[in-house]
């Protein structure tokens, strides 16, 4: 069987933990069949299976049906994210105003707002094709990329449906960062299917790379930005 050319009717009644007949073979997901589904409906059946169930959501993803659907849904995760993350922000209920009194004053000013809610689109696509690069390169190097780039891109942009995790006071950009990490590393070992240790590997490799990467780049505007 080549995964890469087949898909099959995505079918997420049976909840993420269903074991029916549905869920033999390969399935779009909902976000891909929101015709069928509707858009809000699609969204949440999307964010439901790849918070809690990634290896079988992935498992049976094809991987050869395109790039577009999975970059809107990691735009629309994170602009989401990022608007959940700037609220909290604003009302005091984030770890970052709390450790950080000056830090938390550029959360809550208008440019990092502006930065935040005009920029995310863009902030997410350079985010997710960096990301995506470096992990199947260093899958690559250990022998775990069995399947193509768009395999590791979807991974990485659906991943981003950890972002929701945001909505939690105090530390929940924390946890959607760490939850975001273990389903990359679940995913992809189950659309690959490799051995995990290379995906993890691939995952924290890239994931430190990225955090000095942007990590630098946002203390720079913060502090630019500081009064």
């Given at each position: 069987?080549?995964?890469?050319?087949?898909?099959h009717?995505?079918?997420?009644?049976?909840?993420?933990?269903?074991?029916?007949?549905?869920?033999?073979?390969?399935?779009?997901?909902?976000?891909?069949?929101?015709?069928?589904?509707?858009?809000?409906?699609a969204?949440?059946?999307?964010?439901?299976?790849?918070?809690?169930?990634?290896?079988?959501?992935f498992g049976?993803?094809?991987?050869?049906?395109?790039?577009?659907?999975?970059?809107?849904?990691?735009?629309?995760?994170?602009?989401?994210?990022?608007?959940?993350?700037?609220?909290?922000?604003?009302?005091?209920?984030?770890?970052?105003v709390?450790?950080?009194?000056?830090?938390?004053?550029?959360?809550?000013?208008?440019?990092?707002?502006?930065?935040?809610?005009?920029?995310?689109?863009?902030?997410?696509?350079?985010?997710?094709?960096?990301?995506a690069?470096?992990?199947?390169?260093?899958?690559?190097?250990?022998?775990?990329?069995?399947?193509?780039?768009?395999?590791?891109?979807?991974?990485?942009?659906?991943?981003?449906?950890?972002?929701?995790?945001?909505?939690i006071?105090?530390?929940?950009?924390?946890?959607?960062?760490?939850?975001?990490?273990i389903?990359?590393?679940i995913?992809?070992?189950?659309?690959?299917?490799?051995?995990?240790?290379k995906?993890?590997?691939?995952?924290?490799?890239?994931?430190?790379?990225?955090?000095?990467?942007?990590?630098?780049?946002?203390?720079?505007?913060?502090m630019?930005?500081?009064?």
């Amino acid at each position: 069987m080549i995964r890469s050319k087949r898909h099959h009717e995505y079918d997420s009644d049976g909840g993420p933990w269903s074991t029916g007949p549905g869920d033999a073979g390969l399935q779009l997901p909902p976000w891909e069949r929101r015709e069928r589904y509707g858009f809000l409906n699609a969204l949440y059946l999307t964010l439901k299976d790849v918070l809690l169930a990634p290896s079988r959501f992935f498992g049976r993803m094809p991987t050869a049906v395109g790039w577009q659907q999975p970059l809107l849904f990691a735009i629309v995760s994170g602009a989401f994210g990022s608007f959940l993350g700037w609220l909290w922000a604003m009302t005091g209920s984030s770890l970052q105003v709390l450790v950080q009194e000056n830090l938390g004053r550029v959360l809550r000013g208008p440019i990092y707002s502006f930065f935040i809610f005009m920029f995310s689109p863009l902030i997410v696509t350079v985010f997710t094709f960096a990301q995506a690069a470096l992990v199947h390169m260093f899958l690559a190097l250990l022998g775990g990329n069995r399947l193509g780039f768009e395999a590791t891109f979807r991974v990485s942009t659906y991943s981003l449906a950890a972002l929701l995790l945001a909505i939690i006071p105090f530390c929940g950009n924390g946890i959607a960062v760490i939850w975001e990490v273990i389903i990359l590393i679940i995913g992809l070992t189950a659309i690959h299917q490799t051995e995990p240790w290379k995906a993890v590997v691939a995952v924290l490799v890239t994931s430190l790379i990225l955090l000095t990467v942007f990590g630098g780049s946002l203390i720079t505007f913060l502090m630019l930005a500081m009064p």
